[in-house]
């Protein structure tokens, strides 16, 4: 009990003291104490205006009006700092030895405005004063820091202005709270911070375990979290300035890209779903101060695709350039070409929709904000018009051109080399040069063209452009050419041999086919029209030939095929009956060339009753005028002669001529 009481008196008595000791220590004399020390260590001038009164609580120590510090003297903008109050707090223990500490700070409604001259100057380099150089000061390559203790430092409902005049850019945070605890200058400092920029709230903490260390004696323990959004971000790792660097592991979460590009001032791009409308990123990064970045044991997910990645990034020149290995197992980028997979199966867009393509533009907008060399390795990929297997390719993307070229690509049962060219300079267009071997066509041609009527594996080549902002812009450009040889397979749908014995087009649909050994055919583009001339069929029952049009924009077909029906082991005497294949290509009309077959089976027999019917009638002509008519194409000029002789008899019989 008698402890007690000694604690309690003990607690009286010093509260005494310390109150005391403030009403006979002039405020003024405090805060002048601290303008002195301030300009003594940093060279600039600190103006205190206002009453300057003496607070007891919450802390002991006083409170000023108007508060300014001096900016650099090669600025423009005014003070580097300006505020409307000023609360500095002293330590008790030690105003009671006759010593004056300061222990915390809080500014009201500050404007901060950090510079770095067109030269590379900063205006936070303070380190000019005469104390500059005491040994309890840190050189850091921004100037020097003169060592300090704060139990507290506040700062509410801030503004911090950062203007680059070297790099032309200026960046403004309004509404900042925030506060920062460091009570021993080479020990432990913890920072949270919440501001406005560009219309979103950020909030940020941090903790610093040495903090003379990071600013200027290598990296130390150091862990950040951030949040603005929807999207957050976490560092836990070594840090420090001096040299600018970190390394540790990372954790971005941008479930919020629309709120991360308004933090940037940007607005938020279309991305395609799998590519990036919600991104995470995680692993192992370092950051130097040539402004180079690195991820190692990456992991990246971009919706609902996850990758592995390491990447170097770097920050300097026109853009940023991205340098990365990327490995996927089932990937999923369907959206690029605008599909969605509807109730029945099509995609929306492709071709299996009478409709048409789709007309939704296309944004590669994206395609300009980096550049970049990619290597990129998955099990599989879906692109929505075209399923891949086992994929390698390098893309390289360069002022918005992105070249990628097929190392590997398993496709339709087959393999595919080549490269494929995106171009968003001056709009979208888009280059194919392309060869496939094994290439089974017909789920091939199901996705790009909603038709499974073709059964065969073959060899495709393809060189094509295109130039438009959507599919159907796109598909109706198409330029360049082509060619197909397919080995053994079906076509689906149409009974060739059956169609020409009974001369009947209903040998087509469900349950109809036509087997074949070979088709071989090369063909041209242009503006969308795909133009053949040379097709050849080869089957068992029945040969071809074909010419024709397939509108790949259009998608419609107007194409004229001659089958013949071999009747012999050496194929003689066949029946031709030209087919001819019109309408759209989802569902296409036949119609057997009837007058063709005709003449082709009544030729000889129409040209003997052509000559019989001929003779008869110059015959006739001839007895009529009297005159040789030989045939039937000089009547004419026959007639014309003979009306002119019989003229001229006329007009002598007149005027009595002989």
């Known amino acids: 009990m008698r402890w007690i009481v000694r604690i309690v008196l003990f607690v009286v008595v010093v509260a005494a003291l310390a109150v ?8 003024d004399r405090i805060a002048g104490f601290a303008a002195e020390r301030f300009e003594d260590a ?21 409170r000023t009006g108007p508060v300014r510090i001096a900016n650099a003297d090669w600025s423009q903008e005014g003070p580097i700092l300006s505020a409307e109050a000023l609360t500095i707090g002293v330590d008790v223990l030690a105003l009671i030895r006759g010593d004056i500490r300061i222990t915390g700070v809080e500014v009201q409604a500050p404007e901060v405005v950090l510079e770095i001259a067109s030269d590379g100057r900063a205006n936070w380099d303070m380190g000019t004063g005469a104390d500059s150089a005491a040994p309890e000061a840190v050189e850091t390559e921004g100037g020097t820091v003169p060592a300090f203790r704060l139990d507290e430092a506040v700062i509410r409902s801030g503004a911090l202005t950062f203007i680059d005049h070297a790099g032309g850019s200026r960046m403004r945070l309004d509404e900042v709270d925030a506060t920062l605890r460091l ?4 020990g432990p400092a913890d920072m949270t911070l919440a501001a406005t920029m560009n219309g979103q709230r950020l909030s940020l903490e941090a903790q610093v375990s040495q903090f003379a260390a990071f600013l200027a004696r290598g990296a130390v323990p150091v862990a950040l979290t951030a949040e603005v959004g929807g999207s957050t971000l976490s560092f836990d790792g070594r840090a420090g300035l001096v040299p600018v660097a970190a390394g540790g592991t990372l954790d971005a979460d941008m479930a919020d890209m629309a709120a991360v590009f308004a933090l940037l001032g940007r607005a938020a791009p279309e991305i395609p779903e799998g590519l990036g409308r919600s991104i995470r990123v995680q692993g192992q990064v370092t950051a130097t101060e040539a402004g180079k970045v690195t991820l190692r044991d990456g992991t990246v997910r971009l919706d609902d695709n996850t990758l592995a990645a390491a990447a170097d990034l770097v920050l300097t020149g026109a853009r940023p350039k991205l340098t990365a290995q990327v490995t996927a197992g089932a990937l999923d980028v369907s959206a690029l070409a605008g599909a969605g997979s509807s109730e029945n199966g099509d995609a929306a867009g492709g071709g299996g929709d009478a409709a048409g393509w789709s007309r939704t533009p296309i944004d590669v907008s994206g395609l300009q904000a980096l550049d970049a060399e990619i290597a990129f390795v998955a099990d599989s990929v879906e692109l929505g018009l075209a399923r891949l297997g086992r994929t390698s390719l390098l893309m390289t993307l360069l002022d918005g051109r992105a070249v990628t070229e097929i190392r590997q690509l398993s496709a339709y049962d087959g393999l595919i080399q080549g490269s494929f060219v995106v171009n968003s300079r001056g709009g979208l267009s888009v280059r194919a040069n392309l060869t496939g071997a094994g290439v089974a066509l017909q789920p091939l041609l199901e996705q790009l063209a909603g038709s499974d009527r073709l059964l065969a594996d073959g060899e495709v080549t393809l060189n094509l452009l295109g130039v438009g902002n959507d ?3 796109l598909m109706t450009s198409l330029s360049g050419d082509g060619a197909l040889s397919l080995g053994q397979g079906e076509l689906r749908g149409l009974d060739l041999a059956g169609m020409l014995r009974n001369l009947d087009t209903s040998y087509v649909g469900a349950g109809q086919k036509t087997i074949f050994d070979s088709i071989d055919a090369t063909f041209r583009v242009e503006n969308g029209v795909l133009s053949n001339d040379d097709l050849a069929l080869l089957a068992p029952l029945v040969n071809a030939t074909g010419t024709g049009q397939v509108g790949l924009g259009a998608r419609t077909l107007d194409y004229r095929l001659l089958p013949i029906l071999l009747e012999g082991a050496e194929g003689e005497g066949g029946l031709r009956v030209p087919l001819i294949v019109s309408g759209p290509w989802n569902a296409p009309r036949f119609r057997l060339d009837l007058e063709a077959l005709v003449t082709q089976e009544f030729g000889d027999e129409i040209e003997a009753l052509k000559g019989e019917v001929e003779s008869k009638v110059t015959e006739r002509i001839s007895e009529e005028l009297g005159v040789e008519v030989e045939s039937l194409d000089n009547v004419e000029e026959t007639l014309q002669e003979e009306l002119e002789n019989r003229a001229r008899e006329t007009l002598r019989g007149l005027f009595g001529g002989n």
Do not use: K
Request: proline letters at 11%.
């Open 20 to 27: 005391g000791a403030l009403f006979l220590l002039p405020a």
């Open 183 to 186: 009570p021993d200058f080479e």
């Open 42 to 62: 940093t060279g600039r001038a600190m103006t205190l205006g206002g009453d300057i009164r003496p607070t007891i609580w919450p802390e002991l120590g006083v």
């Open 471 to 473: 599919m159907h812009s």
